[in-house]
């Protein structure tokens, strides 16, 4: 038995998951929000654990500051007896570039290449790195990992990850589709190969991460082969708040139109756009199905939504030559059956056929097709953290 936390530290907080390893249970799991910011008047930091649900309104300077306090809960609350118990850490990075196709273990040089690649995600990669830091010094005896979510869709051939933009800003600046949401693509697929009993190297599948960032992925034998997400995130889908594909002339149109200034522009298409911006009421899918009948907004972003996923979910069975099975997840993919449904009724043309009852499921593994479609769909939730810690033990095991 071995205790692996999965981490991922954002800018300003700390989700956190403990798993008891290789059993892949949960023993704990919590977040600590708005590190090195002023404080309202919530708590800002809950620990679950045992069934019971601690939270508390605490000031925390940094990243350092938040983990000294996470490890001491742990055996205050007796999570563990001692922190030393917990023998590795996984950390969620988002940008890795071209220097990362798989999970690593965070020496100095790794940590350094991920501060070098700031540029390709300002928000995230820094505090990633913070947080790599901060784990390693207050854990300096447990593995520390990285696991990137852009690694997964490093298989994608120049075809698919290159823009038709001159070459030479490949070479020179990195400008290419990276992808993201991978460590959830990866997870999932391969859980469908296992649920559908065939080997993931036989399998042509098509995942959708439909949450509030959302993407869908191609995926030949395993492999992805390729992904809606850009450069950055921003790009493919309409999502909550995120435009997804745009023409490119109309950033600086509606720019000077409105006067805004570089950074005002990035803040409407990252958000202000997508489900927000389309339907004025809400980045949440509920809010929308709940007035889709009486409000046309909220039924157009719904409609552009559900078409944009077809049209790419088209676009990959094309590449794929084919498909076995689609597969939902996330917050909208693993809760939405109405959503779910109009996405796969895009598809009665090629002979997939809704299970209704099946469909009315929520959160739980189960087949989306009825025995008689052509190829099958599949509710999969996705488990970034346990991947996260399957990563870290693989590792240790290498060590
Ligand atoms: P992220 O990780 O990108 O923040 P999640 O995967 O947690 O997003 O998904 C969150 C989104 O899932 C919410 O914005 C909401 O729109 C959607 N969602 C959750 N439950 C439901 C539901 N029952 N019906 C429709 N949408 C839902």
Known sequence: MTKILSVNAGSSSLKFKLLEMPEETVISEGVIERIGSILDEDDNATIKYNGKKYSERLEFKNHESSIQYLLKKFTDFKIVNDFNDIKGVGHRVVAGGEWFNKSVVATPEVIEKIERLASYAPLHNPANAQGIKAFSKAMPNAIQVVVFDTA?????????????????????????????????????????????????????????????????????????????????????????????????????????????????????????????????????????????????????AINMFVDRVAKYVSQ??????????????????????????????????????????????????VQLSTDDSSFKALLIPTNEELAIARDVVNLMEKD
């Open 316 to 365: 990959y069975i094309m590449e794929l030559e084919g498909v076995d099975a689609i597969i939902f997840t996330a917050g909208i993919g693993e809760n939405s059956s109405p959503i779910r449904e109009k996405i796969m009724n895009k598809f009665n043309y090629l002979g997939l056929k809704v299970d209704k009852e099946n469909n009315a499921k929520r959160g739980e593994e």
């Open 152 to 300: 997964f869709h490093q298989t994608m051939p120049e075809e698919n990850y290159l823009y038709g933009l001159p070459y030479e800003y490949y070479t020179k600046y990195g400008a290419r589709k990276y992808g993201a949401h991978g460590t959830s693509h990866r997870y999932v697929a391969s859980r469908a190969a296992e649920i559908l009993n065939k080997p993931l190297d036989e399998l042509k599948l098509i995942t959708l991460h439909l949450g509030a960032g959302a993407s869908i992925t191609a995926i030949k034998n395993g492999k992805s082969i390729d992904t809606s997400m850009g450069f950055t995130p921003i790009a493919g889908l309409i999502m909550a708040t995120r435009v997804g594909d745009v023409d490119v002339s109309l950033v600086d149109y509606i720019k000077e139109k409105e006067e805004l200034d570089d950074e005002q522009m990035m803040n409407v298409l990252n958000n202000k756009s997508g489900l927000i911006g389309i339907s004025t009421i809400s980045t949440d899918m509920r809010d929308l199905l709940e007035v889709e009948q009486t409000n046309h907004h909220a039924k157009l």
